[in-house]
């Protein structure tokens, strides 16, 4: 991932946590809830970048992998 793309999603998330905080009741377990969640959604994107790298870089389904198919019928 380029680095100006998680700077935005970052830049992004601090707007929209801040947006939640500043039109919510000002309380501590709103301000919980907001890092929670902003911490989950970080986690989450990194998983799912990390596991479409490791996809793009996964070796394709062959024939002798597959008893009974050939190159033929993998490519239909």
């Given at each position: ?29 709103v301000h919980v809830l907001v890092s929670l969640a902003g911490v989950a959604i970080m986690t ?33």
């Open positions: 991932m380029r680095p100006g793309m998680v700077l935005s999603r970052d830049v992004f998330l601090s707007f929209a946590g801040h947006l939640i905080l500043i039109t919510s009741p000002d309380s501590l377990v989450s994107v990194a998983y799912y970048v990390s596991w479409s790298r490791r996809q793009d870089h996964r070796p394709g389904l062959r024939a002798a992998q597959v008893p009974g198919l050939s190159d033929r019928q993998l490519a239909e």
